[in-house]
């Protein structure tokens, strides 16, 4: 292991790395990122990497947009801070909920403004409850989220969640909030099933626990479109049209958390287009900005706008709100990314680069590492298996997903493993088609690298 660099030092006596596993950082040090320039990032010795991941799913304009940089500026000389709080208002708040209003997949009456994915996911749950009691049903507030799902990590949102580590020694989840099955054909339909029986049969499993809770107590149901931190799982064929029967059986308040898929990932404006169901509200965040500065939003629905009348009317407040809720400066940026996507037709252009995206990913399902090699438009995933026969997992201590990553690095090229050694890419949307390659033939060298090492090491079946 070569000595950490000085920076390195520094981060490991300093900061508290999300989703990083502490102990062994204090042994391989992080990378330390200095700049960005296009769908490149270059570490503080100077290496250059293609940011695969689009940071965290986010830099759907790449690193070095002037325009989103000049919006930003501008805006801090002209007014730096504003609140919506107590009847306050500033015309970027307005001009982008009105923007959001237009661009919406949902009819939508109002838009609430957050930071973060999280907090706009656990305002839909603090909606939902408000809504219920507004509408004389106090029982109704159950909400079925799904194995799996990544909503986010604040309480509410992380309780959505539905993978362990976001539960385990956290306390959660909290009560009230249920997990149905997990849509990955791959991993969890029956032998012969198909992608359809497979759909139907989730919708009919989410069918028998609404019955199980009492249909009175249950309020909401809450989608990635195409799950992403749970392993960028696109859903079987019929999916969406199934669970959608059941939830309108119950009147149950549907929620598409479109905070990846948002702003052009799958090749559509939103995810819940792609996949062909209409919510009654989204959620979104990170490209809204191009993740340039944070923000997020919540749409709400004329329904639910009238029951928060109501409900405000009697208390004397609507009590929810943040300090930077609609913050002039995120505001600004996240109108001029919305210019951006319109004017240089940023969901077309993924739309057409997606089959060279897929047609790369797919031919990494040839590989003997690969169990299933899966996307939809421009994010993807490979998940990694000791027998592709078997689909058998590797043992997580061997922690090959990590040491995929690190080569991947070494070749200059930054992916993530998510749970269970699925290695995920979601570049900038801008990504160009002669970039599209070198990222498939990196991550190719990477792969053929870890199985050297796996072999090596004994982790795969003789
Ligand atoms: C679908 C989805 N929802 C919510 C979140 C949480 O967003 P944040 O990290 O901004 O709180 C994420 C983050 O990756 C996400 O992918």
Known sequence: MPPLSNLAVRDIETLVHPYTNLAALRDTGPLVLERG?????????????????????????GYDNEELVEAAAAQMRKLPFGHLFTAKSHDPAIELAERLKEIAPVPTSKVFFCNSGSEANDTQVKLVWYMNN?????????????????????????????????????DLPITGILHAGCPHHYRFAHAGESE?????RLADELDALIRREDPDTVAAF???????????????????????????????????????????????????????????????????????????????PETMYQAMLDESRKIGTFGHGFTYSGHP???AVAL??????????????????????????????QHPLVGEARGLGLVGAVELVADK???????????????????????????RFIVGDVLSICPPLIIAPAEIDELFDRLGRALDRTLDWATRERLMPA
């Not at 509408?135 to 986010?152: D, E, M, V």
């Not at 990314?337 to 047609?359: D, G, H, N, S, V």
């Open 37 to 61: 320039r296009g769908v490149f990032v270059y570490d503080s010795e100077g290496k250059a990497y293609i940011e695969g991941m689009a940071g965290l799913w986010c830099t759907a304009l």
């Open 389 to 415: 026969r078997s689909k058998g997992s590797f043992d997580p201590k061997a922690a090959v997903g990590p040491r995929a990553v690190r080569f991947a690095e070494e070749e200059g090229l930054i992916v």
């Open 134 to 170: 507004a509408l004389g049903r106090p029982k109704k507030k159950k909400i079925i989220s799904r194995l799996k799902a990544y909503h986010g990590v604040t309480v509410a949102a992380a309780s959505l969640t539905g993978l362990p580590n976001n539960h385990l020694d956290f």
């Open 329 to 331: 400066v995120a505001a």
């Open 196 to 200: 359809e029986e497979f759909a139907r």
């Open 336 to 365: 001029k990314a919305l210019e951006i996507y319109a004017r240089e037709r940023i969901t077309e252009q993924a739309a057409r680069k997606a089959p060279q995206f897929q047609a790369r990913l797919a031919a990494l399902g």
């Open 222 to 300: 809450i989608a990635e479109p195409v799950m992403g931190a749970g392993g960028v799982i696109v859903p079987p064929k019929g999916y969406f049209r199934e669970v959608m029967k059941v939830c309108r059986a119950y009147d149950l308040y549907m929620i598409s958390d479109e905070v990846i898929c948002g702003f052009g990932r799958l090749g559509t404006m939103f995810g819940c287009t792609a996949l062909d169901f209409e919510p009654h509200s989204i959620s979104v965040a990170k490209a809204l900005t191009s993740a340039y500065v944070p923000m997020a939003a919540v749409t709400v």
